[in-house]
């Protein structure tokens, strides 16, 4: 009877947004997207998955580094042009894309192998869950790490909010999340974030040398003990990533992430102010034309937004009782 699985070559899989290669027992995977700095999407996620999937099952390959394609940035999350475009559209659609998200770190925390994030360039929001997802990190002296969610309409639910809090303290936790403040490569070294911090040119050689280390050791002692390392990790992931994946869906029908995310995709600051001004002026800061409660006395058509002042169906004009409109900085930002 043959083997299992003996691995495949990596030019086999054809993969268009990452790069894979499989040699000397070690596995790299680089996201290759360096014109979006690294940002994933959908069919990238199922890039990863496939690719780690592969390390996994392949005997040959004994330690897994994950890393970014060029020096500016590992990974920088999602893309947020495709969620702006795509998932404020179709809210329903994120959720089988958080399907695929959870699919892949599960693939990467379930490696049975141990996995470096080798990071190169700039770690934001998604990025820095996948840095987290490994078991260990070498960053560059230039590496800064952040998280995004507040700032884009969203929220790092998918492994931020789970693990930051066990790898660097409650208190800095809070502050990178609710801040969205850079840390230099220094601080996350002092807070626990990363392994080692060396200067660019060092960079492969401080990973090579952790990679050695790894390989001189047995596999299934090494597997299981990650296997127990992970608890708290997969405890804390376990318990909220299904909810994180139905919130979120169901946020993308909101007015948060249609003004985070096309403002962030048009290049242009967010009117955040803006939203909170018109919940503290009576208005509706959930929807973005109010909540949909009004009726066309013309045409009967229900459910129109409490701001429209004329029906989109007939034209005709709809009663003015509708809750305060937002200030004109704001409405101009949220056409």
């Not at 470096?116 to 070498?138: S, T």
């Not at 080692?196 to 047995?218: I, N, T």
Request: with cysteine; charged share 25%; aromatic share 10%.
């Amino acid at each position: 009877m043959g083997r299992l699985y003996e691995g495949a070559s990596p030019d086999s899989f054809g993969f268009q947004d990452i790069l894979y290669d499989k040699r000397d027992w070690v596995a790299t995977v680089t996201f290759n997207r360096p014109h979006a700095y690294n940002a994933y999407t959908a069919n990238t996620l199922q890039e990863l998955t496939r690719a780690f999937r592969d390390a996994a099952w392949d005997d040959r390959v004994a330690v897994l580094v994950l890393t970014g394609a060029g020096d500016k940035a590992f990974c920088t999350g999602g893309d947020v042009k495709e969620y702006a475009t795509d998932y404020t559209e179709r809210p329903r659609d994120y959720w089988k894309y958080m399907g695929l998200f959870m699919e892949c770190h599960e693939q990467l925390r379930n490696l049975g192998k141990p996995s470096i994030a080798r990071l190169n360039g700039m770690v934001a929001g998604g990025g820095n869950e996948f840095n987290m997802g490994c078991d260990l990190a070498v960053a560059a002296d230039h590496v800064r790490i952040r998280q995004v969610g507040t700032m884009v309409g969203s929220v790092a639910c998918g492994g931020a909010t789970q693990w930051l809090p066990l790898m660097i303290g409650d208190r800095r936790a809070r502050e990178m999340l609710l801040t969205c403040d850079w840390i230099d490569a220094q601080t996350a070294l002092d807070w626990g974030l990363l392994n080692r911090v060396v200067p660019a040119a060092q960079l492969d050689a401080a990973v090579a040398e952790l990679v050695e280390k790894l390989v001189d050791k047995f596999p299934e002692c090494t597997r299981y003990t990650r296997q127990q390392v992970n608890f708290w990790k997969d405890l804390s992931w376990s318990l909220t990533i299904g909810h994180a994946r139905d919130w979120l869906a169901l946020h993308f029908t909101d007015a948060e992430p249609a003004e985070g995310m096309n403002a962030f995709a048009e290049k242009r600051p967010a009117d955040r102010i803006g939203l909170r001004r018109r919940a503290a002026e009576g208005g509706s800061s959930e929807y973005l034309w109010g909540p949909h409660k009004v009726a066309c006395p013309q045409c009967g058509t229900r459910y129109l937004p409490a701001q429209f002042r004329f029906c989109g169906m007939c034209g005709a004009e709809l009663a003015q009782d509708a809750p305060p409109a937002p200030t004109r900085a704001g409405a101009d930002n949220m056409r």
